[in-house]
């Protein structure tokens, strides 16, 4: 199982729409995780932390699942600027992985 | 706010020249990394750095060597550069946090073209 697997999309979703995705993580050892976001041919920024009670900021919710090794990131209300890839990270044991994204197409 | 700027957008390099890519970051961050990226590879970790003169291989080392003279500035090498390492060079910046992680700030990047 590879360390931080996320589905490379493209996740083409209409405006408005509520869309969601995962990311799974291999070591069970996984101490914090977060979300990034970036935009086509700019560098990637932090989104969203990901707290074990699950957080929400706006539009956007995030969810850690300790017992299936995941967390989720939602958004709802989806607009055009939406479009973007989200990358997951994962603190393990003082290394930090990053995912290699999903693919986000919000469809005006 | 949180600035890390890099020496370049955009690089040509002939097979066999020597490559420096420089980032400066400006908030003082202890930790300073080497990214490169690739489609279907995501983020891979070439180098990092926790201090002055410190320096610590990532997953892909081979090929690469960093310079950490000021805490400021963090450069990459190419000693010889090849056609694989055509690539998207991102340099982060971080605040020291022990055992927990602290937001990466990246800089814009520079896509090198190795002919």
């Known amino acids: 199982r590879k360390e931080v697997e996320q589905d490379p999309g493209p996740f083409n979703v209409p405006e408005g729409a509520t869309v969601a995705f995962n990311c799974t993580y291999s070591n069970s050892a996984s101490q914090s995780f977060f979300w990034y976001r970036q935009d086509c041919r700019k560098e990637p920024k932090l989104l969203m932390s990901?707290?074990?009670s699950g957080n929400e900021d706006g539009r956007f919710t995030a969810q850690l699942n300790r017992a299936s090794q995941y967390i989720s990131l939602l958004i709802r209300d989806s607009k055009l600027s939406d479009s973007a890839t989200y990358l997951c990270?994962?603190?393990?044991?003082?290394?930090?992985?990053f995912g290699k994204g999903t693919r986000l197409h919000i469809l005006p | 706010d949180v600035k890390v700027t890099q020496s370049s957008r955009y690089l040509v390099k002939r097979t066999g020249e020597k490559v420096f890519l420089e980032c400066v970051q400006d908030m003082d961050h202890e930790n300073m990394f080497w990214y490169r990226q690739d489609p279907g590879l995501g983020l891979r970790l070439i180098y990092f750095?926790?201090?002055?003169?410190?320096?610590e291989k990532g997953d892909i080392p081979e090929g690469y060597s960093v310079s950490r003279e000021k805490k400021e500035r963090f450069s990459l090498i190419l000693e010889s550069a090849s056609t694989n390492q055509t690539s998207m060079y991102l340099c982060?910046?971080?605040?020291?946090?022990?055992?927990?992680?602290?937001?990466?700030?990246f800089g814009p990047g520079t896509r090198l073209t190795v002919l």
């Open positions: 990901v707290y074990s």
């Open positions: 990270v994962v603190n393990t044991e003082d290394k930090i992985i």
């Open positions: 750095s926790y201090d002055v003169k410190m320096k």
């Open positions: 982060a910046s971080s605040l020291e946090g022990g055992d927990s992680y602290n937001e990466q700030f």
